[in-house]
């Protein structure tokens, strides 16, 4: 069974991120979306919510399952028994990232191996900042997130 991690802050989740879950798990037999986080910094939303609003936006991808951690993601793979770290694509700017962190990762255990996707054209824009930003602004972000992160954000910050 290839396990596959697919690590992020998904603060929130936007369409663009379960596009590239669904493409994984196309690909692999288990893929464990892994809400990092970090106890000295706060975020956006808190893990376990944002944990919660994920699950309600893949029940319908049986192969998925949500989970938290916090340190690196490597040990993290490692305690999951995952052969795989998952990581988006956007544009070329996250290509340099993203590589750079592949190889890091792949220095620190080597049996680790990173697959990227590619977001579809209609995602290549939207990013978790650009989400909130959109919603501190009053703005409307239902076409950007899944309908349950939507409605939750709408509520909790008085969206549209």
């Known amino acids: 069974m290839t ?3 697919y690590p992020g802050s ?3 989740i936007t369409n663009g991120h379960i596009d590239i879950l669904r493409s994984g798990a196309e690909i692999f037999d288990k893929v464990i979306i892994a809400v990092a986080y ?4 706060e975020g956006f939303l808190p893990p376990n919510i944002r944990a919660e609003l994920i699950r309600d936006s893949i029940k319908d991808i049986p192969n998925a ?3 938290c951690f916090q340190g690196l993601t490597v040990e993290y793979a490692k305690k999951r028994g995952a052969d795989v770290l998952l990581r988006g694509l956007r544009t070329s700017f996250d290509f340099e990232y993203e590589m750079q962190l592949s190889q890091t990762n792949q220095a620190l255990y080597n049996n680790i191996k990173t697959v990227f996707l590619i977001t579809k054209p209609e995602y290549n824009f939207i990013s ?3 989400v909130r930003e959109i919603l501190i602004n009053k703005g409307d972000i239902t076409s950007f ?3 349950p992160v939507s409605k939750y954000l709408n509520i909790k910050y ?3």
Do not use: L, R
């Open 10 to 12: 998904f603060d929130p």
């Open 128 to 130: 978790s900042s650009c």
């Open 158 to 160: 008085g969206g549209i």
């Open 145 to 147: 997130v899944p309908e």
């Open 38 to 41: 970090n106890a000295d910094k």
């Open 3 to 5: 396990i596959a991690i």
């Open 65 to 67: 399952e949500v989970d």
